[in-house]
Nanobody
Framework: QVQLVESGGGLVQAGGSLRLSCASSGPISAYDMAWFRQPPGKEREFVAAFRRNNVKYYEDSVKGRFTISRDSAKRTVDLQMNGLKFEDTGLYYC??????????????????WGQGTQVTVSS
């Protein structure tokens, strides 16, 4: 069993930066790790993933602005977000699971979820 706790959310102006962190209660080396977000009134959506084989994936809308990193020794997965836009607003979740590429963006692929951290970008 793994418990995930996100932190680092907040209110930021458009163009600003935030760094989200996800801390795990257990080892993460066996899992593919991902960040999702849920904009107000919308479904939860994929943002980025960092697989066990050290390959990273990003949703097109965040490429070039967001960077995912993981530190298995520290049991953390971070999301550096630069050039934030109003449409990046949402509740951001960390997730752990095991996926193939065709299932990477599906929420039911992931075994464990954090409680979320709110990111609000003012325009």
């Amino acid at each position: 069993q793994v418990q995930l706790v996100e932190s680092g959310g907040g209110l930021v102006q458009a163009g600003g930066s935030l760094r989200l962190s996800c801390a795990s209660s257990g080892p993460i080396s066996a899992y593919d790790m991902a960040w999702f977000r849920q904009p107000p009134g919308k479904e939860r959506e994929f943002v980025a993933a960092f697989r066990r084989n050290n390959v990273k994936y990003y949703e097109d809308s965040v490429k070039g602005r967001f960077t995912i990193s993981r530190d298995s020794a520290k049991r953390t997965v971070d999301l550096q977000m630069n050039g934030l836009k109003f449409e990046d607003t949402g509740l951001y979740y960390c997730a752990a699971g095991s996926f193939i590429l065709s299932t990477m963006k599906l929420t039911n692929t992931y075994y464990y979820w954090g409680q979320g951290t709110q990111v609000t970008v003012s325009s």
